[in-house]
């Protein structure tokens, strides 16, 4: 699923963050993208990964089904597009029904 946000890219980012956190989701690690390219002397847009979820409610998931944590924890892709604009791309979670056996 892929959304066009309202906000520019840095605002979005911090945004999703303080959402998630409010909300009891841990921010697992923070993937900056551009930042890897221009350790490389390459040039990306701002492209970030944010990587999240609860302990609590992936826990017994993973417990009943060991090979879920290939679905977990959960990610969300921040990057910038053509015109500045801003999008937002994550998998819902609907999308994880069934897998694994559960």
């Known amino acids: 699923m892929r959304l ?3 906000y520019p890219f840095a ?6 963050r303080s959402t998630l956190e409010a909300r009891g989701f ?3 690690a923070t993937i900056d ?3 890897a390219a ?3 002397e390459m040039v990306m847009p701002p492209t970030t990964v944010l990587i999240y979820g609860d302990p609590r409610s992936g826990t017994p998931l993973m417990l009943s089904a ?6 977990l924890p959960l990610r969300l892709l ?3 597009g053509e015109h ?3 999008y937002v791309t994550y998998n819902p979670a609907a999308s994880l029904e069934g897998k694994h056996g559960l």
């Open 78 to 80: 921040v990057r910038e």
């Open 38 to 40: 221009q350790s490389v």
């Open 4 to 6: 066009e946000s309202n």
């Open 33 to 35: 993208h551009r930042g």
């Open 11 to 16: 605002v979005t980012l911090a945004r999703l």
């Open 26 to 28: 841990r921010i697992f």
């Open 84 to 86: 500045g604009k801003t």
């Open 66 to 71: 060991p090979d879920f944590a290939l679905e």
